[in-house]
C-alpha cells in the first residue's frame, strides 16, 4: 500500500502547472567592469566608483523549460546597476538579448526561465532585442558577439601574472556554476543607447567567469551574496 501512495502521488505532482523539473545544462560567460580577483586598492577603489555594469551570457546545451527544448539556445543580459552590482543589492535594469536563430517559443521560454531563477540579478527588463549571438567557449577562452552591439573576449586568468601583487578573490561568480575558471576580460564594449551610456574596456582585468551551470528544476531568482 505504501509503494501505490508514493506512485498515485508522483503521478499527481508531475501533472501540476509548474512541476516539470528537467534539468536544463549549459554554458556561461560573466563579465563585469570591476575586479572580481583584484589587490585590496583596487576593491576598495572599485567598490565605490565602478563595477555598475555587467554582461552575462547562457548557452544552453541540453533540456527543456515550460516543455520547451532549449538545446542550441543562447541568450544574454547587459545590465547596468545604481551601484556596483559586485555588492548585491543595487537597483539594477538590463537589455535582453534573444537568439535570433532560435524559435520564437525558445526565445520566449528562455527569457522566462532566466526571469523565474535569476530575476532579482538581472533587475528590471527595459529592453528586449532579437538578435545574432554569436557564444563560443573552450578549455581555456571564452567570448560573447552581438555583431555591432556587443563583445566580451576572455581568457583563463594566468596568476599571478595577470594580478597585482597581493591581489586575492573578493567575489564569486554571480550565479552557481558547475565548475568554472577565473577569466581575464581582454576586451569588453557595450554599444546600445538604452541606459544612455555606452562602455568599451580594452585594459586586461580578471573581471570575470566562464564555465557551466545546472539548474534542477523551479527554483527562486537569488542575488548571491557579495
Same mark, same amino acid.
Given at each position: ?51 555598475? !555594469? +555587467? ?5 544552453? #546545451?541540453?533540456? *527543456?523549460?515550460?516543455?520547451? @527544448? /532549449?538545446? =542550441?539556445?543562447? $541568450? ?27 524559435? !520564437? +517559443? ?5 527569457? #522566462?526561465?532566466? *526571469?523565474?531563477?535569476?530575476? @532579482? /540579478?538581472? =533587475?528590471?527588463? $527595459? ?100
Amino acid at each position: 500500500m505504501r509503494y501505490l501512495i508514493l506512485v498515485v502521488t508522483g503521478a499527481f505532482a508531475a501533472a501540476l502547472p509548474g512541476a516539470q523539473t528537467q534539468t536544463v545544462e549549459g554554458d556561461y560567460i560573466e563579465d563585469r567592469s570591476n575586479h572580481v580577483h583584484g589587490c585590496y586598492c583596487e576593491w576598495s577603489g572599485e567598490s565605490v566608483t565602478t563595477g555598475n !555594469e +555587467a554582461t552575462l551570457a547562457w548557452r544552453f #546545451r541540453r533540456g *527543456a523549460y515550460e516543455g520547451v @527544448d /532549449l538545446a =542550441g539556445v543562447r $541568450i544574454a543580459a547587459v545590465i547596468k546597476g545604481d551601484a556596483t552590482l559586485s555588492q548585491g543589492n543595487a537597483a539594477r535594469k538590463s537589455v535582453l538579448m534573444l537568439d535570433k536563430a532560435a524559435t !520564437e +517559443a525558445q526565445r520566449q521560454a528562455s527569457a #522566462r526561465l532566466l *526571469a523565474e531563477h535569476f530575476g @532579482d /540579478l538581472i =533587475g528590471a527588463v $527595459i529592453g528586449r532585442l532579437t538578435l545574432d549571438i554569436e557564444f563560443s567557449r573552450e578549455a581555456d577562452r571564452a567570448a560573447l558577439t552581438v555583431p555591432g552591439l556587443l563583445n566580451v573576449e576572455m581568457r583563463k586568468a594566468q596568476l599571478p601574472d595577470d594580478a597585482l601583487p597581493g591581489a586575492i578573490r573578493w567575489y564569486d561568480p554571480f550565479i552557481a556554476l558547475e565548475e568554472y575558471e577565473l577569466g581575464t576580460t581582454l576586451n569588453t564594449a557595450y554599444k546600445g543607447t538604452e541606459f544612455n551610456y555606452r562602455w568599451n574596456i580594452s585594459d586586461p582585468g580578471t573581471r570575470g567567469y566562464f564555465g557551466t551551470f545546472r539548474l534542477d528544476g523551479r527554483k527562486p531568482s537569488r542575488v548571491p551574496p557579495s
